[in-house]
């Protein structure tokens, strides 16, 4: 028997449900969830966010942005800064191939900086 992980979709109606629907402008989104203004672009760019309105004053789904930034800070705590993606293809979050690699490289890079 294989355990089912929960999809994208699954965690943010559980976890953001009163947000599913409503839109925010990028704007509005920085402001609120503290995420860099292009950081926000380029997630709307590669797809991590749908789009609510679009034209003038466009608005993305705030369920979506909430989910991203929760991933995104979750990383920023472990110190994982960029240069990975933020979710996988699946829309879940991007799991590390050799995450003691990583650790060696920030901390080499720290050390030479």
């Known amino acids: 028997m294989t355990i089912q992980r929960p999809t994208r979709k699954d965690i943010i109606k559980r976890d953001f449900p009163e947000l599913v629907?409503?839109?925010?402008?990028?704007?509005?989104?920085?402001?609120k969830y503290g995420i860099p203004k292009n950081t926000l672009i380029n997630w709307h760019k590669k797809g991590y966010t749908k789009t609510?309105?679009?034209?003038?004053?466009?608005?993305?789904?705030?369920?979506?942005?909430?989910?991203?930034?929760?991933?995104?800070?979750e990383r920023q705590a472990k110190g994982i800064i960029g240069g990975v993606p933020l979710l996988d293809e699946n829309g879940l979050p991007y799991k590390l191939k050799h995450p003691k690699l990583s650790s060696y490289r920030r901390r080499k890079k720290k050390e030479l900086a």
């Open 21 to 31: 629907g409503v839109g925010i402008t990028i704007s509005d989104a920085v402001k």
């Open 52 to 73: 609510i309105k679009s034209g003038y004053g466009m608005e993305i789904d705030e369920a979506d942005v909430a989910y991203c930034s929760r991933v995104y800070n």
